[in-house]
């Protein structure tokens, strides 16, 4: 083999193995041949086209069939592989064939499975392992199928993952994951980045504050009670709620506490059908508002909202009344 002489084929650094030099298939990674060495200028470097001219790889995609998901759902990944083509874009076996796969937090690996251009499931043709421990998934494909010559054919390897969202801490969070492919010990690509956002079901949650004094609390003017009315914007959902300051038996699915001068009433959190929400609060005689507020995280929204008594005397000790249904059998 001679090396072009041309002045826009000159053989200077890495082009010369583009350009000038013999192209050895291998069996099992071993071949033969006979060198001559000529003038001083003569040189045969033996090399891999994986690792020096990672170029010839069709880069490995990942892909994931959900932008969004909860706790429970399913998620699953697919990372694709193009093999090379014998005697065009591959000339040799890759040393090796491992796909490694990291296993975001907040999810549970499932199953994962490796399938040939004909859709064939080909995962026992390598060893498949996962380490709990460092949520590390990992495929090693066998050398009885990696140093086979026609499973270099351009087909796409599909290596298919399968998660399910757990429960976590907070109300959103975020699961970013890439896969890595190594074809020789000096070589590893990896794919693209995708992401899904983790949210918890939609959810609502009511905050009352008064102020903590004994004429707040009724002192004989009845309990303060408030009337709550959640709205869905898209599907028409409305739900009331009610609370009483000072009666535990009215207010079933709420917590009291005192904090900094307050009394603070919480509602128990409700799980919604998805929409958007809203919460007012009906007027009611005897107290003002004296504040409110939203805080949203992922499909979480908290609204509260801040009274104080006020023109309490013009109102009668029982301005307001709320009737309630009690479970129980007929005639009690």
Not at 105 to 125: D, K, M, P
Not at 158 to 184: H, P, R
Not at 285 to 312: A, H, L, P
Request: hydrophobic share 35%; proline share 3%.
């Amino acid at each position: 083999m001679l090396a072009p002489n041309s002045s826009d084929q000159m053989v200077t650094g890495n082009n010369e193995l583009l350009k000038a030099g013999i192209y050895a298939p291998t069996t099992g990674g071993k071949f033969s041949a006979y060198f001559y060495e000529g003038n001083c200028g003569t040189l045969m470097t033996l090399y891999s086209q994986y690792s020096t001219n990672p170029s010839v790889f069709v880069n490995p995609t990942k892909t994931v069939n959900k932008a969004a998901a909860r706790p429970g759902d399913t998620v699953t990944y697919t990372v694709k592989h193009t093999m090379g083509t014998f005697y065009k874009t591959a000339m040799t076996v890759y040393g090796k064939l491992e796909i490694t796969d990291v296993i975001p937090e907040n999810l549970e690996y499932v199953s994962a499975a490796l399938t040939n251009g004909a859709g064939t499931n080909i995962t026992g043709q390598g060893t498949l392992t996962y380490d709990e421990s460092t949520r590390t998934l990992k495929f090693v494909m066998s050398d009885a199928w990696r140093n086979n010559i026609s499973n270099y054919n351009g087909q796409v390897l599909k290596f298919t993952v399968t998660t399910k969202v757990m429960d976590f801490e907070g109300y959103e969070a975020t699961a970013e994951n890439k896969a890595t492919l190594s074809y020789e010990n000096n070589l590893s690509v990896d794919t693209n980045l995708v992401t899904t956002a983790l949210a918890k079901p939609y959810m609502v949650q009511i905050v009352k504050s008064i102020p903590d004094s004994a004429d707040q609390l009724g002192d004989g003017h009845g309990r303060p009670t408030f009337i709550f009315k959640i709205s869905g914007k898209n599907t028409g959902y409305v739900r009331y709620a009610s609370v009483t300051f000072g009666d535990e038996n009215a207010s079933a699915g709420w917590t009291f506490s005192k904090e900094n001068g307050r009394w603070i009433a919480r509602s128990q959190v409700l799980e919604l059908a998805d929409d958007e929400y809203s919460v007012a609060e009906l007027d009611v005689s005897r107290f003002k508002m004296t504040g409110s507020s939203v805080y949203s995280s992922g499909n979480y929204r908290r609204f509260t909202f801040e009274n104080e008594k006020d023109n309490w005397q013009y109102f009668s000790h029982k301005s307001v009344v709320i009737n309630r249904l009690r479970g129980g059998a007929a005639g009690e």
